[in-house]
C-alpha cells in the first residue's frame, strides 16, 4: 500500500459556510463549468464561497442541475467564481500528478452526520485507505459502517473529498458515485501504479 504523510491543511480547507447551509439571507451566486479528465468530463459548481460539487461523466447532466437546484435553491447564476477556477487548475495539477492534496474552501450543504464523514474523507491521505467501519469507529459509531457508507455515496465532492479511498472490511471496493473501473483507476493512480495523465 503506498503511504504518504497527513497534513492539517486538508482540514482547514475544509470550512463550511454555515449561513448558506442552514438559511441564506443574501444573494448566492453560482457557477460551473465543464473540465476534460482521465475519466471523462467531470461538471464543477461553486458559489463564491466554496466549492459545492463534482459530477461523473456517468450522471446525466440534468442529475446534475437538479441537485444544485434543490442544495442551492434560488442562486443567481454567474460565468464564474474565483473558486471555480481555482478548483478547476487544482483539478487538473491532481491527474498531471502534481498535487495531492485539494486546498479549497468548501460550500457543504448536508446533515451533520454527512459533514462529520466527509470530514473523514478529508483526513485520509494521498494513496492511503479506510474501511467504512474504520471510519465509523473515528466518528464514536462503531456499527455505523452502513451509515457511513451512506454518507460517503452522498458525498458531492468526489476526489476533492477522497470518497474512493474508501473500501470494505473484506478487501472490495465497494460503491462509488462515479463507478467502479473509476474508482480502481483513481487508487491505481494514487499508488504509482498508472502513470500521471493528462485529458486526451
Given at each position: 500500500?503506498?503511504?504518504?504523510?497527513?497534513?492539517?491543511?486538508?482540514?482547514?480547507?475544509?470550512?463550511?459556510?454555515?449561513?448558506?447551509?442552514?438559511?441564506?439571507?443574501?444573494r448566492?451566486?453560482?457557477?460551473?463549468?465543464?473540465?476534460?479528465?482521465?475519466?471523462?468530463?467531470?461538471?464543477?459548481?461553486?458559489?463564491?464561497?466554496?466549492?459545492?460539487?463534482?459530477?461523473?461523466?456517468?450522471?446525466?447532466?440534468?442529475?446534475?442541475?437538479?441537485?444544485?437546484?434543490?442544495?442551492?435553491?434560488?442562486?443567481?447564476?454567474?460565468?464564474?467564481?474565483?473558486?471555480?477556477?481555482?478548483?478547476?487548475?487544482?483539478?487538473?495539477?491532481?491527474?498531471?500528478?502534481?498535487l495531492r492534496?485539494?486546498?479549497?474552501?468548501?460550500?457543504?450543504?448536508?446533515?451533520?452526520?454527512?459533514?462529520?464523514?466527509?470530514?473523514?474523507?478529508?483526513?485520509?491521505p494521498?494513496?492511503?485507505?479506510?474501511t467504512?467501519?474504520?471510519?465509523?469507529?473515528?466518528?464514536?459509531?462503531?456499527?455505523?459502517?452502513?451509515?457511513?457508507?451512506?454518507?460517503?455515496?452522498?458525498?458531492?465532492?468526489?476526489?476533492?473529498?477522497?470518497?474512493?479511498?474508501?473500501?470494505?472490511?473484506?478487501?472490495?471496493?465497494?460503491?462509488?458515485?462515479?463507478?467502479?473501473?473509476?474508482?480502481?483507476?483513481?487508487?491505481?493512480?494514487?499508488?504509482?501504479?498508472?502513470?500521471?495523465?493528462?485529458?486526451?
Open positions: 500500500m503506498c503511504h504518504a504523510h497527513a497534513s492539517n491543511a486538508a482540514l482547514a480547507a475544509f470550512e463550511v459556510d454555515i449561513l448558506d447551509r442552514v438559511a441564506p439571507t443574501h448566492i451566486e453560482l457557477a460551473q463549468t465543464r473540465i476534460e479528465s482521465p475519466l471523462g468530463e467531470l461538471r464543477v459548481a461553486a458559489t463564491r464561497s466554496g466549492i459545492v460539487k463534482v459530477g461523473f461523466p456517468t450522471g446525466p447532466r440534468s442529475d446534475f442541475n437538479a441537485w444544485l437546484m434543490q442544495r442551492v435553491p434560488g442562486a443567481e447564476r454567474v460565468e464564474t467564481v474565483a473558486v471555480l477556477e481555482e478548483a478547476c487548475l487544482q483539478l487538473r495539477a491532481y491527474f498531471a500528478g502534481g492534496e485539494f486546498k479549497l474552501p468548501l460550500d457543504l450543504r448536508g446533515s451533520d452526520f454527512q459533514l462529520r464523514v466527509w470530514e473523514a474523507l478529508a483526513r485520509i494521498f494513496g492511503e485507505t479506510r467504512y467501519g474504520e471510519i465509523a469507529a473515528a466518528l464514536g459509531r462503531p456499527g455505523a459502517s452502513r451509515a457511513v457508507g451512506a454518507a460517503s455515496g452522498a458525498n458531492p465532492l468526489p476526489i476533492v473529498l477522497p470518497c474512493h479511498r474508501v473500501v470494505a472490511a473484506s478487501g472490495r471496493l465497494g460503491g462509488f458515485g462515479g463507478g467502479l473501473a473509476a474508482k480502481r483507476f483513481l487508487l491505481a493512480f494514487e499508488c504509482g501504479s498508472l502513470p500521471a495523465l493528462t485529458p486526451s
